[in-house]
């Protein structure tokens, strides 16, 4: 029917995001409970004047961290993936991106394995990854990037991106929804496109 909309896909939680970020969270934690009762304490252990430089410094170490830690703690749950109608969405807290079917070369899965191989990692990589061998992902290959590698790093996970050619990495608990959902809006968009000849030139090279 036309102008019937398509429903979006399930919103997907990214866990390599969740993993990276529960690690962060720990480590706010620890910083908190160490720095909160330093600041606390500071003046009559560590004969700190209160009001003093040392003490305003020490205030605010104790507040970004609690800060930290709260941000932390429900940042990791809120980063997913998500087929659209004509894009996927993969969104975190502090960033959003939309990565358009036109721009998408490949869509693959594979064992996390074929991408890491384990004994070519490094400790901490290996650390990171160990208890996602076995479990199969999705990558995206696209044609360009829809930020720059600068900003994207700044919030995903470096793990989030194929090392061996332009595009995304994908882990997720039910990567073969996500995959049907991907094929499904996909096939949708081919048929919306060859509907308006205007928009089938638009279409082409998409993956497959």
């Given at each position: ?13 990214l ?12 480590s706010m934690?620890?910083l ?10 500071a003046?009559?252990?560590l ?5 003093s ?27 997913y ?61 696209v044609?360009?990037y829809?930020?720059?590698m ?8 470096k ?15 039910d ?34």
């Open positions: 029917m036309a102008g019937r909309s398509t429903p979006n896909g399930k919103k997907h939680p866990l390599f995001y969740k993993h990276s970020m529960d690690r962060v969270w720990r934690l620890l908190s409970i160490v720095l909160v009762p330093a600041w606390y304490f003046p009559s252990l004969g700190v004047q209160q009001g430089l040392g003490d305003r410094a020490m205030m605010w170490a104790a507040a970004l961290s609690v800060l930290g830690m709260i941000f932390t703690f429900f940042a990791r749950r809120m980063a993936v998500q087929v659209k109608s004509d894009h996927v969405l993969i969104a975190t807290p502090l960033l959003r991106m939309k990565i358009s079917f036109r721009r998408m070369k490949s869509l693959r899965p594979m064992e996390l394995g074929q991408m890491y191989d384990p004994r070519r990692l490094s400790w901490a990589d290996r650390r990171f990854l160990l208890p996602y061998f076995g479990r199969t992902i999705l990558t995206i290959g044609r360009e829809p930020h720059s600068g900003v994207m790093k700044l919030f995903l996970p793990y989030m991106f194929n090392p061996k050619e332009k595009g995304f990495v994908l882990l997720v608990s990567w073969m929804r996500l995959s049907t959902e991907f094929d499904s809006m996909i096939d949708s968009f081919r048929g919306r496109m060859r509907e308006n000849p205007r928009r089938q030139e638009s279409a082409r090279g998409l993956y497959g």
